[in-house]
């Protein structure tokens, strides 16, 4: 029986692959801060440590106590817009931490190591992007998961370190901590619908995005190590089908049977349409029906019922405040 490692296990893809882990066999450790997840998730027959992945004297206590086979990082935070105001909060958190664990990997032999990067390490690249496609990304989140990335690539050449790399985008389902008003368009959308309050868009709202139901996207992560052709690999992961922000809109408040006005504010600097090509994902691991956009947002919206809404506070370490947009601002 494989140990397994899950990083950021108590937010919400971590405890949805931590969930398949047990169900593939592994006995799972989560390790998670709690800055942006709830224990609650942790599913049932995981080890939970609360602990952050920038502790290093506890991940090497962690790694010498459990010999763990897998490492499956998840812990992140994953605010592409805020993170060119947070900049060192951002590097220390999503790439530093993820030093931390990549040389306790190798000083421990783990056999593979799973990161989650994003498709955020694209950029404004030519569409569908793919596997191929040159990363230039364009916030400090893509540049700090970018070079993760590579450190893996090296560390793989050097010292021998298996790894899988996932490219995720917009991933949404239950579990997810719809009090963040930095990320998360369909949990920002449903919190605000919960409170009576307008939906915030940025600009138009006809940036599009191609919006992953977590259950497209845990499993594939999960046994990603049981499949050989994986290793050192890169693949995209996610939804084909792009939706402008929009639509988006329109499906949710759809599904939490609310209808409320746009409240459209000035556009942010980001990238407008995004979208992955998952052919290499497909070949490697095989396909199955994905749920569609209705489906997975009315699963969401009832256990987003369910929990209730959820205070949305404001970031606390601002490094940066020009160019901020003004919701941002905590007045």
């Known amino acids: 029986m494989p140990t397994s490692l899950v990083t950021g296990g108590a ?50 206590r962690l790694f010498a106590a459990h010999a763990f086979d897998y490492v499956y990082h998840l812990a992140a935070y994953a605010a592409e817009g805020l993170s060119h105001f947070i900049k060192r909060f951002n590097y220390n958190n999503n790439l530093i931490g993820s030093v931390n664990l990549i040389n306790a990997s190798v ?17 404004s690249a030519p569409l569908p992007m ?18 993760v990335e590579r450190e893996l690539r090296v560390s793989h050449e050097m010292f021998g370190l298996d ?49 992953s139901y977590i259950a497209d996207v845990a499993p594939v992560i999960a046994r990603s190590v049981d499949v050989p052709a994986a290793r050192n690999q890169i693949f995209n992961v996610g939804a ?3 939706y402008s922000v929009n639509h988006l809109a329109a499906v949710v408040m759809e599904a939490m049977d609310i209808h409320l006005a746009l409240n459209h504010l000035p556009a942010r600097n980001e990238v407008v349409h995004a979208y992955s090509d998952h052919s290499k994902a497909r070949r490697v691991f095989g396909t199955q029906p994905p749920v569609t956009l209705e489906e997975g947002i009315a699963r969401m919206a009832a256990w987003a019922k369910a929990a209730g809404p959820r205070h949305s506070r404001y970031f606390g370490e601002i490094e940066i405040a020009r160019n901020l947009p003004p919701s941002w601002v905590q007045h």
Do not use: W
């Open 11 to 60: 937010g919400f893809i971590g405890s949805h692959v931590a969930a398949e882990l047990l169900k593939l066999g592994h006995t799972v450790v989560v390790l998670d801060d709690l800055s942006g997840g709830f224990v609650e998730n942790v599913p049932a027959g995981a080890q939970f440590v609360e602990g952050s992945i920038l502790d290093v004297a506890l991940i090497d």
């Open 163 to 211: 790894y899988v790399i996932f490219r995720p985008h917009n991933v949404y389902g239950e579990h997810q901590n719809i009090g963040d008003r930095y990320r998360n368009v369909i949990g920002i959308f449903m919190n605000q619908l919960m409170q009576g309050q307008p939906l915030t868009v940025f600009g138009d709202g006809e940036q599009s995005r191609a919006f």
């Open 107 to 123: 000083n421990h032999a783990v056999k593979c190591l799973v990161f989650t990067s994003s498709i955020a390490v694209y950029g």
């Open 130 to 147: 793919t596997e191929d496609t040159l990363p230039q990304p364009e916030d400090s989140y893509g540049i700090a998961k970018y070079a």
């Open 240 to 242: 084909d089908t792009p």
